[in-house]
């Protein structure tokens, strides 16, 4: 492989990220242009009105492709300023084995929309944050220096672009520093006058060949392309089609060696295509021999039911926020989550780059293909770019043999139905080789979902189990939030699909100045109990095809991670791996079958106390912004001194709003009455902004972490059991805000 680099302002100066940034799309002959670059924030918006697009110095540096809120860019912004408008610019040569080729330049991902002017002229624009795009360039090119300028637009505030766990204020809960402008690496690559534009990759293990489908830009007569599949450097197989554009190619196998979990092969493909007899073009690529398929509540890997371990992966680096520092940086993480016994990952609310997935093909590491979809008010102005990067992603990421599904939304409610079921349709015929979930927790509104899932975050093992272990078709059903709280829908109801519990654990532990979700374990012993008891309700269900733990590593201010930011383990990481590994029950095909999809009656709950669901405006609450008291959560307390207010609380757009709260925190008291009377489940169904604590006659009950937008069940039946007395009980609320918007409603619930 031959790299070439030339510098902008040092050419001796090390270069970031000097790999290939795509090894499945790969050419020899390629230039990076990674680096330093020059560098400008343009706070008035009129940089085309003073020349920046050729010419003209901008007044910073940068080292791309790192974003100027990172570290490692040189500016270490942070979320210090908005950075709306700016712009880049550096000079290049074209190398001597580059004159006389078709010249494109590539861009691995820049947040949100791009302008790219090369010599002063518009090359092309791009809108969206996440997967590569090129442009040809030829014919914009010079003898000598050449000048590339961007713009970048990145209005995350607006709400019609998807910007994932980026903070659009201070990083806070589960949102962290943001990411600006070009973050993924910036290349210059030399094509034949016709060349391989892009290829379908297919495998089909059960007869020992792999389908492609390759498009062939370019003019050229009597165009010829040739595939060859390689195991272990020796002709596998081969193929040849003839003509322009789109080219079908099937080539047989002599020997079938299976990508597997744990246990990739990985076939080398190579393109050659020909005019005649001269070779105009060649590309290096690879595949995985594997397929998928869903039988009853089983997704098969090779016909093999494997259950996935899988960890939230959220793709953050304390000094490069989203992109790695190096490339051996991308496979150490994938490295870590095996070390703990986990065989897979949720690439959670961003869009990995090839060299990630490049690694999890290479190491036999599972991931489902997800989308960074908060920040996106899901209004119809914005359909067309989400539709349009979906589908880029789609594109780009098909022939990754480990990516085992696709999801394109995380926790929405009812009311993203129409472009999840837009979007749903679109991967399914983009791609209908893996199975697709039309959202990752909260409201499924699919009519004829192929998985399902939800989230859990139940801090208490035996809870989860319980819930979990029985008939899904009657705990999914009580598990959804009642219907009037508005945060489900009738199709979440199971239908003996294939389902996991998507979220779990996020078990806090060394949380100063930070939270994990609920209450952390007070020792080292007592989080290993907490793991392995939440790790085994998923690996003794025979119902479940899989689970995903929260999380890999600490991330800034939420610190539920196995990992510290750092990389550094928390935990013994052997004593995880043997807690998590151990075989599932439903590897074993244990009364795997699917259960009967019949429902039972919903839950006959009784409010204690109401959220604004039960009749407007609940009764008043009293109220305090200032730290009380030790005792203020005790029943005895005097509280005659503290405002009276209606719930909900807050100061947030689009929300019933009871009392105005603009402070960092809330407390507050109420009055309940209970009869003494028996009860089965007791629960607190809240939506909260941000950290929360509830007390019952000053025993907690419930501690949850972050924000959430919607109204979520939490089961505190044994909590309940403790604290609750016949008669006059009180119940005392702290709510905590760090940046946003506030809001605190919640109703207790028994039944």
């Not at 969206?128 to 209005?155: C, I, P, R, S």
């Not at 690694?359 to 989400?386: H, I, M, Q, R, T």
């Not at 972490?705 to 009180?730: C, E, P, R």
């Amino acid at each position: 492989m031959t790299v070439l680099v030339i510098g902008v302002f040092d050419s001796s100066a090390e270069v970031p990220r000097p790999e290939h940034p795509r090894p499945d799309l790969f050419r020899e002959n390629w230039m990076t242009l990674n680096g330093e670059w020059q560098f400008e924030i343009d706070k008035a918006a009129d940089g085309e009105s003073r020349g920046l697009t050729y010419g003209k110095d901008l007044n910073a540096k940068i080292i791309v492709p790192f974003c100027p809120e990172s570290k490692l860019s040189g500016l270490g912004l942070g979320n210090t300023e908005r950075l709306k408008d700016v712009w880049y610019r550096r000079l290049f040569e074209v190398p001597p084995t580059m004159k006389g080729k078709r010249l494109r330049i590539h861009f691995g991902g820049v947040d949100y929309k791009a302008w790219v002017y090369i010599n002063g002229q518009l090359a092309g624009t791009h809108i969206g944050e996440n997967v590569a795009f090129n442009f040809d360039v030829t014919h914009l090119l010079k003898a000598g220096a050449n000048e590339v300028v961007v713009k970048v637009l990145d209005d995350m505030w607006s709400g019609l672009q998807p910007t994932g766990k980026q903070s659009p204020d201070q990083s806070g809960g589960c949102i962290y520093t943001r990411t600006t402008g070009i973050w993924q690496p910036v290349w210059l690559e030399a094509v034949g006058s016709s060349f391989v534009e892009s290829i379908s990759v297919t495998p089909d293990p059960d007869n020992s060949r792999v389908l492609i489908e390759a498009k062939i830009n370019g003019l050229d007569k009597n165009l010829t392309l040739k595939a060859e599949a390689y195991a272990d450097g020796k002709l596998a197989g081969s193929d040849t089609a003839t003509g322009p554009w789109q080219n079908r190619l099937v080539v047989n196998l002599k020997e079938k060696k299976l990508w597997e979990p744990g246990s990739p092969f990985l076939y080398d493909l190579k393109f050659t295509l020909y005019s005649g007899t001269e070779r105009l073009d060649e590309l290096k690529s690879y595949f995985g021999l594997r397929n998928i398929a869903i039988d009853g509540r089983r997704i098969l890997i090779n016909g093999k039911p494997v259950f996935q371990r899988l960890i939230l992966d959220q793709g953050f680096y304390p000094e490069g926020l989203w992109t790695a520092p190096t490339d051996e940086a991308l496979k150490k993480d994938i490295e870590m989550c095996m070390a703990c016994g986990y065989n897979g990952a949720r690439l959670h609310q961003k869009v990995f780059e090839p060299r990630f997935l490049y690694w999890a093909d290479k190491l036999g590491y599972l991931v489902w293909g997800e989308y960074p979809n908060w920040g996106f008010n899901l209004k119809p102005e914005g359909y067309s770019a989400y539709v349009n990067e979906w589908t880029e992603i789609l594109l780009r990421d098909r022939n990754h043999p480990s990516i085992v599904g696709w999801c394109a939304f995380n926790e929405t409610d009812g009311q993203a139905g129409e472009i999840q079921q837009m979007i749903w349709n679109v991967t399914k015929a983009v791609d209908p080789t893996r199975p697709a979930l039309e959202t990752s927790g909260w409201s499924h509104t699919l009519p004829h979902p192929e998985v399902l899932d939800a989230h859990d975050y139940d801090g208490n093992p035996t809870n989860l189990r319980d819930r979990w272990m029985g008939n899904l078709s009657v705990t999914v059903d009580k598990l959804t939030t009642p219907a009037r709280y508005g945060s489900q829908t009738a199709s979440r109801s199971d239908r003996g699909l294939p389902f996991m519990v998507s979220e779990i654990g996020g078990i806090g532990w060394a949380t100063e100045g930070g939270w994990g979700y609920g209450e952390g374990p007070k020792t080292l012993d007592a989080f290993y109990v907490r793991y392995q008891g939440t790790i085994d309700a998923m690996l003794d269900n025979p119902h479940l095809f899989g689970f995903c733990y929260t999380q890999l590593t600490d991330i800034e201010q939420e610190k539920n991670g196995l990992y510290y930011y750092d990389r550094k383990p928390k935990f013994d990481v052997k004593k995880l791996h043997e807690i998590t590994s151990r075989p599932a029950a439903y590897e074993r095909n244990e009364s795997a079958a699917p259960q009967s999809s019949a429902k039972t009656s919903d839950a006959q709950w009784k409010v204690l106390v109401g959220a604004v669901q039960d009749g407007n405006l609940c009764t008043p609450y009293k109220y305090d912004t200032d730290k009380p008291a030790q005792d203020w959560t005790q029943s005895e307390f005097d509280d005659k001194a503290w405002k009276s207010g209606l719930a909900p609380f807050g100061h947030e757009q689009n929300r019933t709003i009871g009392t105005e709260w603009t402070t960092g925190d809330i407390y507050l008291r109420k009055t309940f009455e209970y009869d003494g009377g028996d009860f089965r489940k007791g629960a607190v169904i809240v939506c909260h902004d941000e950290d929360t604590e509830i007390y019952v006659n000053g025993q907690k009950i419930l501690g949850v972490g972050g924000f959430i937008s919607h109204y979520q069940l939490h089961m505190v039946t044994d909590q309940l059991k403790l604290a609750l007395k016949k008669g006059t009980n009180t119940i005392a609320v702290h709510t905590h805000q760090t940046i946003g918007g506030q809001y605190i409603d919640l109703a207790l619930l028994v039944d």
